[in-house]
């Protein structure tokens, strides 16, 4: 089983910190994630885009960040899913010109209002509150300029927590993303391989 490294954070609108419910998938207790490889996906929202049951209860701080396995990791599949007890985003990553593995990643709150990346045009999300997701060293585009990811960056969805998720930027190697949520929720982020993947699971309070 990939070893898994598992922080949590709650966001709420006044962003105060507080000891989060159980979560866990449906008909049994928390456990630890299990996901397996599955096929390439297209990049839309899916059910069953992994399945394995969510992280057991903890203390939750206001930000999740991690160190990554590699320096520069290619974007080449980004999904979505509602697992009833809670929601999960997914990026799966290949190697630029190496090993493939997970860079650098920082979640937490993204007041508003929020831009665009380079551009700095604004951009809407729907939810509140609303995370961001910052992959340093991440990105969807190839070397030659062109995108390597070609699926939606746009998640619109009716899952109980996971409202959109939606591409802020992708900018010298350095991607990201925001999610809406629909209200106080606690979020986790997991490193796995076979493939490289950063999965980050949301739940209500």
Known sequence: MPRALILRVIFAAPLLLAACGTTGAPGGQPSAVAATPTARPTGTASP????????????????????????????VAVRVASH??????????????????????????????IYKDPSGLPLTVSGEPV??????????????GGAVYKGTTDFKTAYPTLTELIEGG??????????????????SAAVLANPARLVIDVARR
């Not at 985003?89 to 007041?111: L, N, Q």
């Not at 900018?171 to 106080?184: D, H, V």
């Open 131 to 144: 995370i961001g997701i910052t992959l340093r060293g991440g990105t969807r585009m190839g070397f030659d």
């Open 48 to 75: 069953a885009a992994t399945s394995s049951p969510a992280p057991s209860a903890a203390a939750c701080d206001t930000t999740v960040s991690g160190k990554g396995t590699v320096g520069q990791a290619q974007i």
């Open 84 to 113: 009833g007890d809670f929601d999960r985003i997914v990026f799966e990553f290949d190697g630029r010109g190496g090993p493939a593995g997970v860079p650098d990643y920082e979640i937490k709150s993204a007041p508003r209002p």
């Open 170 to 187: 992708d900018f010298e190697a350095i991607a990201t993303w925001y999610a809406g949520l629909s209200g106080s929720s606690c979020v």
